[in-house]
């Protein structure tokens, strides 16, 4: 195995991926503040622990370890080994054990970042029933991971042993491991994935805005190739030299697809330059009456929280913004108050032309009154708003 072409992908992916992490964390918080903080907002710092200590251990796995672990041994490799080479491949085989459970720790931690996301996303509507049977069944499958990782040799100390060969459930890399773990990714991951559809596919949108939030939405779609092409090249292919380097690509690509719906924002002019496209983009300000002709509402439908976002907010990164991913209604002025400012105006005309002065005013006001019924389409396209 040539290792330094491996060591600089491990360095480059992990230099992105977390790249992507702190855009995500800087772009929630100048847009929400650290109070607007949800649930996916906490859990992403522990993923990008995992994804630190996963990249540590690929380093050592391959420059200290040198890449070896027992499942590339033979029969007779195993039984001819001078005991002196021993320590070398029970340490390798320890580290490429805890490789893979970090693996898939990181991925399970992103299923959650992205669920509490949809979560947030769905409030109000009918697929929010959905999220949190989701959520149990994904941390129902986290388990069964765990469990296999754990209980399929026995004792576990035999998944490091040289001689006696303990069998082929007792090396670090198997079938067990391997296709257990794509089978509860697959399906978890689907699962995800169809979340978003049942509200994305009757918007009244145009084509292009739809087929963008399906392209945004169905990322996921390359988790699961990339889980695919990882027990491919390590059985099918017979490239288990590489398996290690397989599991770091793929947790890039869970990296990758999680936080790239959340710096969207970022490439929206009014995040740089606080306009005011969804009046979430600048600072908050005091509704008036008259004058201000925009009012953001929040995605949380507690009305708490829409009154304080009509409050306003502090900026920094301790206050309270308004969610980023609220849709702006554009109110008409008071008539009553253009009817008011104009009498004035004319009042005080007369003031200054003398009190012989005698004006008729004569107002006109057409009121058109239109009602429409808000619906789950209606909640849906308002959230959306901001992506695409």
């Keep these: 195995m040539d290792f330094t072409p491996n060591i600089v992908e491990i360095y480059t992916l992990y230099g992105i991926g977390s790249c992507l992490i702190f855009a995500r964390i800087a772009c929630r918080t100048k847009l929400v503040g650290v109070r607007g903080w949800h649930p996916d907002d906490y859990i992403i710092f522990l993923s990008w622990a995992l994804y630190t200590a996963v990249t540590v251990v690929a380093h050592v796995f391959i420059i200290v370890a040198g890449g070896k672990h027992t499942s590339l041994l033979t029969h007779d490799q195993r039984r001819l080994m001078p005991p002196s080479q021993v320590p070398a491949w029970v340490y390798g085989s320890k580290i490429f054990m805890l490789g893979q459970m970090l693996y898939a720790s990181i991925v399970w931690s992103l299923k959650f970042n ?10 109000g509507l009918w697929v929010e029933k959905l999220i949190i049977p989701t959520l149990a ?19 576990f100390y035999k998944l490091w042993q040289v001689w006696p060969d303990p069998g082929d459930h007792c090396e670090p890399q198997n079938y067990v491991f391997f296709l257990s773990v794509l089978l509860m990714n697959m399906v978890t991951d689907l699962i995800i994935l169809l979340i978003p559809v049942p509200v994305i596919a009757p918007l009244h949108a145009s084509l292009p805005r739809r087929l963008g939030l399906y392209a945004l939405f169905g990322l996921g779609v390359f988790c699961m190739i990339a889980a695919v092409l990882r027990v491919v ?19 890039f690509v869970a990296v990758f697809v999680g936080q790239a719906p959340m710096v969207r924002p970022i490439f929206s002019r009014g995040f740089w330059t606080g306009g005011d496209r969804n009046d979430s983009y600048g600072k908050g300000s005091k509704a008036k ?37 609220s849709v702006t209604q554009i109110m008409s002025e008071s008539q009553e108050e253009i009817v008011a400012g104009r009498a004035g105006d004319l009042e005080r005309g007369r003031d200054a032309a003398g009190d012989d002065m ?25 959230r959306v708003e901001g992506w695409v």
Aim: net charge positive; aromatic share 10%; with cysteine.
């Design 114 to 123: 992205m669920l509490f996301f949809y979560r947030r996303i769905t409030r």
């Design 137 to 155: 069944f994904v941390a129902m499958t986290g388990i069964a991971v765990l469990l296999v990782f754990t209980c399929t040799c026995r004792p």
């Design 233 to 251: 090249f390590v059985f099918a292919l017979n490239q288990s030299g590489i398996s290690a380097m397989w599991s770091i690509r793929e947790d």
């Design 289 to 325: 009456s008259f004058g201000n002709r925009s009012a953001g509402i929040e995605l949380d439908s507690n009305p708490d929280h829409s009154r304080h976002s009509r409050k306003g907010s502090s900026a920094g990164f301790g206050g309270k913004k308004k969610d980023p991913y």
């Design 358 to 382: 005698h004006l008729t005013v004569e107002v006109k006001r057409v009121v058109h009154v239109e009602s429409r019924e808000t619906t789950p389409e209606n909640k849906m396209e308002q």
